[in-house]
């Protein structure tokens, strides 16, 4: 079984790929310091199972369980967590594997052996009980095999076409798997449903505006590329609209 370790500190480290070194049928393949390396060294290395780290600055441990499993062939994840008893009690109770640290050999052999792959649903019932923040600060995009993490900070709209979203951003446009429904209910403090198919990030909106035909529609702060058309409010959506822009 191939292993990557993920932790910010060296030590931790260290002190995981020694104790993989005496375990029979493991081999550790790879160490990352942060979440995006892990995310990026998972897609060249495909391992099987990762041991990762909850805290962590930059992506946490969280986050980075989301984004490995939007891979066509996700690892088993492992935390390796000094939470309290909030997060022991919630991974208990949702069967998510995890160590406590300082780790000890054989509860590290137990959860290996235990290891198993997180539906996104699970892990983020899991974080919303164990009280650790679960909203995402980017999204992943895949495209000729590799992944890009586009910062939600950054992000215009997701419009919804058929079975793809398509993420307009600051840097251009990029598809996502995710479904606008689950969007929407992630992000919905930052974002807005300005019709059945696109959410818009609520700070980047200057103003609303009437059309030729009598119809609404959303002016961006910034010069995106979005075409006007997709920024028109439907009826049913424009008191929202308003009520957010009025930060009601």
């Given at each position: 079984?191939?292993?990557?370790?993920?932790?910010?500190?060296?030590?931790?480290?260290?002190?995981?790929?020694?104790?993989?070194?005496?375990?029979?049928?493991?081999?550790?393949?790879?160490?990352?310091?942060?979440?995006?390396?892990?995310?990026?060294?998972?897609?060249?290395?495909?391992?099987?199972?990762?041991?990762?780290?909850?805290?962590?600055?930059?992506?946490?441990?969280?986050?980075?369980?989301?984004?490995?499993?939007?891979?066509?062939?996700?690892?088993?994840?492992?935390?390796?967590?000094?939470?309290?008893?909030?997060?022991?009690?919630?991974?208990?109770?949702?069967?998510?594997?995890?160590?406590?640290?300082?780790?000890?050999?054989?509860?590290?052999?137990?959860?290996?052996a235990q290891a198993s792959r997180l539906a996104p649903s699970t892990l983020q019932a899991a974080a919303s009980d164990a009280r650790i923040e679960s909203t995402r600060r980017h999204v992943c995009s895949?495209?000729?095999?590799?992944?890009?993490?586009?910062?939600?900070?950054?992000?215009?709209?997701?419009?919804?076409?058929?079975?793809?979203?398509?993420?307009?951003?600051?840097?251009?446009?990029?598809?996502?798997?995710?479904s606008l429904k689950m969007l929407a209910q992630e992000f919905s403090g930052e974002f807005v449903r300005i019709h059945r198919s696109v959410l818009v990030a609520v700070s980047r909106i200057a103003r609303?505006?009437?059309?030729?035909?009598?119809?609404?529609?959303?002016?961006?702060?910034?010069?995106?590329?979005?075409?006007?058309?997709?920024?028109?409010?439907?009826?049913?959506?424009?008191?929202?609209?308003?009520?957010?822009?009025?930060?009601?």
């Open positions: 079984m191939k292993v990557l370790v993920v932790d910010d500190e060296q030590p931790a480290r260290e002190r995981l790929r020694q104790l993989l070194d005496d375990e029979d049928g493991y081999d550790c393949v790879g160490e990352a310091g942060n979440g995006l390396d892990a995310v990026t060294l998972c897609n060249q290395l495909q391992p099987d199972i990762v041991l990762l780290d909850i805290r962590m600055p930059g992506l946490d441990g969280i986050e980075t369980a989301h984004h490995l499993n939007s891979q066509d062939q996700p690892p088993a994840i492992v935390f390796t967590t000094a939470y309290d008893e909030y997060a022991i009690d919630a991974f208990d109770a949702r069967a998510v594997g995890y160590v406590l640290k300082p780790v000890r050999r054989k509860k590290l052999a137990t959860a290996l895949r495209a000729h095999g590799e992944l890009k993490l586009i910062p939600v900070a950054d992000i215009y709209c997701f419009r919804a076409d058929q079975k793809y979203v398509t993420v307009d951003h600051k840097n251009g446009q990029d598809l996502i798997d995710d609303i505006e009437k059309t030729g035909d009598g119809r609404s529609r959303v002016v961006l702060r910034d010069n995106s590329q979005v075409d006007d058309k997709e920024l028109i409010i439907s009826r049913r959506h424009l008191a929202d609209v308003r009520r957010r822009l009025k930060g009601v």
